[in-house]
């Protein structure tokens, strides 16, 4: 018999929010709901193994699109390497002339937008501790340039030692709960710049007895491994955050959720970021909720590689494991020597592994297969323009090297994808039937390797359905105006995909940062649903 949580009484009855508390009555539920928890209910409980350490396991069957949690950051700051922002509102800082410095803070000099961003919290901490040792930001007029500039790699280290001074609780709980990896990065090299900048400079400021060398590298670890991007490309916004509930999510190469962080509007100088982790399929009781930490469209290899050099572990998911990715062939390439098998790695879990073409036996050793891969990507973003021609042309010529679903021609098909009936000189009014069948077949291809490695509610993958209704919409009204489909199917199939498009728009716009775009998308495919 489980007891209730607030009376230990026999109980009758389970939150059925995350069905991890009991209760005797509905008067104990709503005493412990207004209690705290209203905060704490969550529909998953945290587990701990060998592997994974700390890892999250869903407490109830969830649905597709299902809010897991909200949470803003214990701490946020500038990436390690940063393009000039500023440190009060964090916008990215824009030079009015070549010559021209940035607005400086009259304390400390670090660059912001305005006398309005000096007391805005967090910099006021840090702005406070730097004017009180006489400490200036020494970043130059002229090497403060639009380029990414390691001298903010300072900043949220700073804020985050702040936090042992502000919430010593809270700093001392995170430093035992949270993974470093800090010796295995310091063993690497990786941090001999850390060593030689940061540490010197949190010791200028902060006493360096209790503010020792492993404190402040094991903070800057702990950041490293554990925080996430705070993106919003349209506020001018590209930062990190210590997010401490969504960091206990671990990784896998086909997630079940996604996260995003939308801005709260607050009457404090507090800037609030907000994060929202949701399912994007279903989920069972138990099984566990797991994110990305990389780019899910990008191949085994690179994933890999990402994963290891910034999370510092071997990925060994279902996908990593398996060469073909999910019988997608999202990383393999057609072998050059008998013009006819498909090369494939020989051992996934090895990222140094040989690879080999199913059909001769020919093999390939790992700096062939990634040294291709870095080619084209080169070939993609120098020499080919962003035009359709362009992106077809690169397609057939290096369709006799590379596999038709390899996830760099995905990218290439995805952007086609979106260019087909939406920019000029392709608008759907002007889109020969050719290139509109050419996007439907595009949208289905893409679609086809999303629903296995990105599956469900990722945006992504509701950018290609709502392009491939769109296609149809316009598919239809052609056949119709030329006779060939039934007037009352043809308005029904165009109703069904109008709902479809509107499902995608709302899962889109949670993100509302995407509300603008999508807005305008909608307004587009509805004036052409409609003429
Ligand atoms: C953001 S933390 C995740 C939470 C962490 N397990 C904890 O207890 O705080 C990232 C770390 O978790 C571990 N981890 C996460 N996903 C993993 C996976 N798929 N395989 C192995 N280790 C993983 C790695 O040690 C990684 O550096």
């Not at 009180?132 to 500039?149: E, G, L, T």
């Not at 009781?285 to 990008?298: R, S, V």
Request: with cysteine.
């Amino acid at each position: 018999m489980t007891n209730c949580k607030v009376c230990n009484g026999d109980a009758k009855q389970k939150c059925s929010g995350c069905f991890n508390v009991f209760y005797c009555s509905r008067n104990c539920q709503v005493a412990d709901w207004k209690n705290g928890h209203k905060n704490d209910c969550k529909p998953f409980e945290v587990k701990r193994n060998k592997k994974l350490g700390r890892y999250t396991i869903a407490s109830r069957d969830l649905k597709a699109g299902e809010i897991l949690f909200r949470e803003v950051a214990v701490v946020h700051g500038p990436k390690m390497l940063s393009n000039p922002i500023c440190l009060g509102c964090h916008k990215a800082l824009v030079k009015k002339s070549q010559k021209a410095d940035f607005y400086r803070c009259s304390r400390c000099s670090w660059p912001l937008c305005s006398k309005q961003c000096e007391r805005l919290d967090p910099h006021i901490d840090e702005c406070n501790l730097m004017a009180s040792k006489n400490y200036k930001c020494p970043i130059k007029v002229n090497c403060a340039s639009q380029q990414s500039d390691a001298i903010y790699c300072l900043i949220f280290p700073l804020r985050f030692l702040i936090l042992k001074l502000k919430q010593p609780k809270v700093f001392e709980k995170i430093l035992s709960e949270l993974e470093s990896h800090v010796d295995e990065r310091i063993a690497s090299g990786s941090y001999d710049h850390h060593k030689h900048h940061l540490v010197p400079f949190i010791q200028k400021l902060l006493d360096p007895t209790i503010f020792t060398e492993h404190l402040i590298l094991t903070a800057t670890a702990i950041l490293d491994n554990n925080c996430f991007e705070i993106s919003m490309p349209l506020r001018g916004i590209e930062m990190g955050g210590l997010f401490l509930i969504s960091l206990i999510l671990c990784h896998d190469c086909v997630p079940n959720t996604k996260h995003y962080v939308n801005y709260i509007e607050s009457d404090s100088d507090i800037q609030r970021y907000q994060m929202t982790f949701e399912t994007t399929v279903p989920v069972k009781k138990g099984e566990q909720l797991t994110t990305t930490y990389t780019d899910t469209l990008k191949t085994t290899l690179e994933r890999r590689k990402h994963l290891k050099q910034t999370k510092i572990f071997d990925c060994d998911c279902k996908r990593c494991m398996d060469a073909s990715e999910l019988s997608t062939y999202g990383s393999s390439w057609r072998c050059q020597r008998c013009s006819d098998g498909l090369i494939l790695s020989t051992n996934s879990f090895n990222n140094n592994s040989e690879w080999h073409c199913e059909s001769c036996d020919a093999v390939y050793s790992c700096e062939e297969i990634s040294g291709k891969l870095s080619r084209l990507q080169i070939q993609l973003r120098t020499s080919v323009n962003r035009h359709p021609e362009s992106l077809e042309k690169f397609i057939v010529q290096t369709s006799g090297e590379i596999h038709g679903n390899h996830l760099l021609i995905i990218e290439v098909k995805y952007m086609l994808c979106l260019m087909y009936g939406n920019i000029g000189g392709y608008h759907y009014k002007e889109l020969p039937e050719n290139l509109l069948q050419r996007k439907l077949d595009l949208c289905k291809n893409v679609l086809d390797i999303y629903n296995s490695v990105d599956p469900g509610q990722t945006n992504s993958r509701m950018n290609i359905i709502f392009e491939l209704n769109c296609a149809n919409i316009i598919d239809m009204k052609n056949k119709l105006s030329k006779n060939l489909i039934n007037k009352n199917n043809a308005m029904h199939a165009i109703d069904q995909c109008l709902k479809q498009i509107k499902d995608c728009y709302d899962v889109l716009v949670l993100e509302t940062e995407n509300k603008g775009i999508m807005d305008k998308r909608l307004e587009r495919i509805m004036n052409e649903s409609f003429m």
